[in-house]
């Protein structure tokens, strides 16, 4: 996996995955966006750059990390296995012994 460290070589990624939609019409930041964020996240859809936002020169993107697929191409497996260990700590870590806290240190250092 590639190393991203901001926020357009993410973008960059996700359009080259069919991952991002761009919407160049015009919108209101007023409700408009809101309501169409929320359409696309219901339809597990792609993540959204607007790029005309009115009263704004600023775009705006949303859903970027909506999917587990966005998920893993923005940090990899991490996470995941995080949160496995995590579990896998929880079933093993009862009842709790010294061991079990010592087993706990790399995790708790992930967090």
Known sequence: MTSIYN??????????ENELLVID???????????????????NG???LFTKVKGS?????????????RLELAFGTRPMDFVAD??????Q????????IRQAAPLALQA
């Open 25 to 43: 019409t015009e919108v209101d930041p007023y409700l408009e966006i809101a309501e169409i964020h929320r359409r696309v996240i219901a339809s």
């Open 57 to 69: 020169s600023f775009p705006v993107v949303t859903n970027l990390f909506g999917t587990n697929r």
């Open 7 to 16: 926020l357009r070589q993410y973008l960059d990624i996700l359009r080259r």
């Open 46 to 48: 792609p993540a959204l």
């Open 93 to 100: 870590a009862m009842p709790p012994s010294l061991s079990t």
């Open 86 to 91: 995590l579990v896998r700590l929880a079933e």
